[in-house]
């Protein structure tokens, strides 16, 4: 069955997937079990995404799919149970209210393990400071769609650093239209420009196999 | 005015079609910069680059003047796509040519949720932004597909325009609407003014738009839409089929200002594999290049993101029918796919210019223009036009220096 429901994901069979699901948790299947398998499906979609197989449409498909399962298998779970690879304070940087880029990579990161914290949009740098200082992540994930986020990119770097916590954190930066120059120029360690991609840098980031 | 401005606007044009129409021009041609940086450089604020005439012209003639390239073409309008208007008013010739850009003010009489304004929903010094929304609800294209203008017009308008609600609130509205497109001609009048003074080509652009795009865009939002393409597949398709028509009225009514290069811009080509491009989206947007093309336009196609996957549908447009404006796909590989077909623009990255050096640009143009120069059909431009407004000026100085040296 999990086998089943494994493959549904991946192929994008969103009915099947979700009814499947249902089925093996109404039948007494393990939440824990099931959360996993969704994961490991969530990771072949982004491995089929970052292989050229798989297309943005396929990430956001996916992830709606996991959304749904998540909605009705989440609070089957014990509290504390789920087990959290690392924490990351999430948002769109200052000036950027676009939402797409930063909502794909939060639910492949959260399918990943990671705890997300979700700043949301036009985030000023200091609420990226006082998340930091509040929630004390292992990463900083800074989203831009406008070619202006590049700059509130660097200003909220510049402000981690003014506060004295730059080095407590990795910083990465995506967005359709960040690349290498941008993360020298704005002081990131990472940057990607899909989600599939930017939660194998966080995992590589903390250290955990990506 | 300068002395020779006629003969170089001539230049700069000869210059510029000879790359459309796949010859080789006396130099390439560069596509400049705008955006943010325009009204920054200017010392004015976005919202008064948005919101006031007078000194929206002044910014853009002291930046076109400053940092000369051949087509100001990212530098010329203050405005966000506004593509389901022009399909609302697409059995209006005279009216519809007139949205294609949502000023600031006409964002304001509208009261839509569509885009953000500096000064409005923003702060002054952010740039416009165009965020969509879902106004339209998944049990309702057999409505859309029956009578797109009728359904755009009459419901999906009203959910996603606050003054637009009721019938009483738009009359208002409109007239305001109205007075606006009379404002923006005359700030684009002005803007063309200063162009052919400081010796630009002054050229007229038409507009369509990919039929898949405008649903994704203006009525479903690009997240519903991507799940209806499973979900309802022969409805998303037949929806896009019906959309054909008025965005054709809306482009051909073009003719009448004299318009001859069609701009299209599009926006969910890289998010879809080629397996759904070809069934979903590039059947409707091929009809209307090629309908474009016969009606004697030249088109001009943004292709947002990466295109790779689907370049080589590219090759079944008619040899010659336009530009090919890429953002992030290699444009050495693109030329290489498409050369003696359709021309290639593009290649700079903004991130470059942002956070590049003046020697790193200088020697970055060089390599570029040295594989892609050869045998003509390239405009050099940046992947997207709007530099952000602490862009290095010497950085922008750089790129249109290493074009005059390697160009």
């Known amino acids: 069955m999990l086998e089943e429901i494994l493959k549904s994901i991946v192929e994008m069979e969103e009915e099947e997937a979700v009814k499947k699901a249902k089925e093996y948790l109404d039948g007494g299947g393990d939440p824990q079990k099931l959360l996993e398998v969704c994961r490991d499906a969530m990771g072949e979609v982004g491995s089929r995404f970052e292989k050229g197989e798989y297309f943005l449409s396929e990430l956001i498909l996916g992830g709606e799919i996991f959304r749904q399962i998540m909605e009705f298998t989440l609070p089957k779970l014990q509290s504390g149970s789920v087990k959290k690879i690392g924490k990351i304070v999430l948002g769109t940087v200052k000036e950027d209210v676009h939402n797409i880029g930063k909502d794909i990579f939060k639910v492949f990161a959260e399918a990943s393990g990671f705890e997300v914290i979700d700043l949301g949009i036009d985030t000023p740098e200091e609420k990226f400071v006082e998340a930091v200082k509040e929630h004390k992540p292992d990463i900083v994930g800074m989203s831009c769609l406008i070619t202006a986020g ?23 930066i995506g967005g359709g239209r960040v690349d290498e120059s941008v993360k020298e120029f704005a002081g990131a360690d990472a940057w990607a420009d899909d989600a599939a991609k930017g939660v194998r840098l966080c995992k590589q980031l903390i250290g955990v196999e990506g | 005015m300068v002395s020779n401005a006629k003969e170089l606007a001539e230049k700069r044009m000869a210059r510029l079609m000879a790359a459309i129409n796949l010859e080789e ?9 705008g955006g943010d940086i325009v009204p ?3 010392g004015i604020s976005m919202y008064e680059y948005c919101y006031d005439v007078e000194k929206a012209v ?15 073409f990212a530098a010329s309008v203050v405005g966000l796509d506004g593509r389901v208007f022009n399909v609302a008013f697409s059995e209006f010739p005279d009216i519809c040519i007139n949205l294609t850009f949502i000023t600031g003010p006409m964002h304001d009489a509208l009261g839509d949720k569509y885009y953000r304004y500096p000064g409005r929903e923003i702060s002054p010094d952010s740039s416009p932004q165009f965020i969509g929304g879902a106004f339209m609800e998944a049990d309702e294209y057999d409505k859309l597909i029956a009578d797109p203008v009728k359904f755009i017009a009459e419901t999906v308008l009203p959910r996603a325009c606050r003054n637009l609600e009721t019938p009483r609130k738009a009359m208002a509205a409109m007239v305001r609407l109205g007075r606006e497109i009379s404002n923006f001609n005359a700030l684009m009048g002005q803007i063309v003014g200063k162009m052919i003074e400081n010796g630009y080509p002054a050229m007229a652009l038409g507009g369509a738009y990919a039929p898949l795009d ?12 991507l799940l209806d393409i499973r979900r309802c597949p022969e409805k998303v398709k037949a929806a896009a089929e019906a959309l054909v028509e008025p965005i054709m009225n809306y482009a051909l009514a073009h003719k009448s200002i004299g318009a001859n290069l069609a ?15 070809k069934e979903f989206y590039w059947p409707t947007l091929k009809e209307v290049i090629e309908r474009l093309v016969k009606e004697g336009f030249k088109v001009m196609v943004f292709f947002e993101g990466k295109h790779d996957a689907h370049l080589e549908t590219i090759l079944e447009l008619p040899k010659g029918w336009g530009v090919a404006y890429f953002e992030k796909t290699d444009v050495v590989k693109a030329k290489e796919v498409l050369k003696g077909h359709t021309c290639v623009m593009g290649g700079i990255p903004m991130g470059l210019i942002v956070g590049g050096t003046p020697a790193q640009i200088d020697e970055y143009v060089k390599n570029l223009l ?17 530099a952000p407004r602490e862009t290095p000026l010497e950085n922008i100085k750089a790129l249109v220096e290493a074009v005059e040296k390697y160009g």
């Open chain 2, 40 to 42: 920054a450089y200017a």
């Open chain 1, 150 to 172: 590049v700059t509130s990119m660097k200003k909220t770097v510049d402000k981690l650093k003014e506060a004295g916590l730059r080095d407590s954190v990795k910083i990465i």
């Open chain 2, 25 to 33: 021009p006396d130099k390439v041609p560069l596509a400049g910069v």
């Open chain 2, 263 to 277: 701009f299209i811009p599009l926006h969910l080509n890289e998010y879809l594999s080629p397996k759904l491009y």
């Open chain 2, 370 to 386: 040295e594989k892609v120069k050869p045998g003509g059909g390239f405009i050099l431009a940046p992947g997207v036009g709007t």
């Open chain 2, 58 to 72: 002044k910014a853009t003639e002291k930046f076109i003047k400053d940092f000369p390239c051949d087509w100001p």
């Open chain 2, 214 to 225: 405008l649903i994704g865009d203006f009525l479903r939002g690009v997240e519903n839409l």
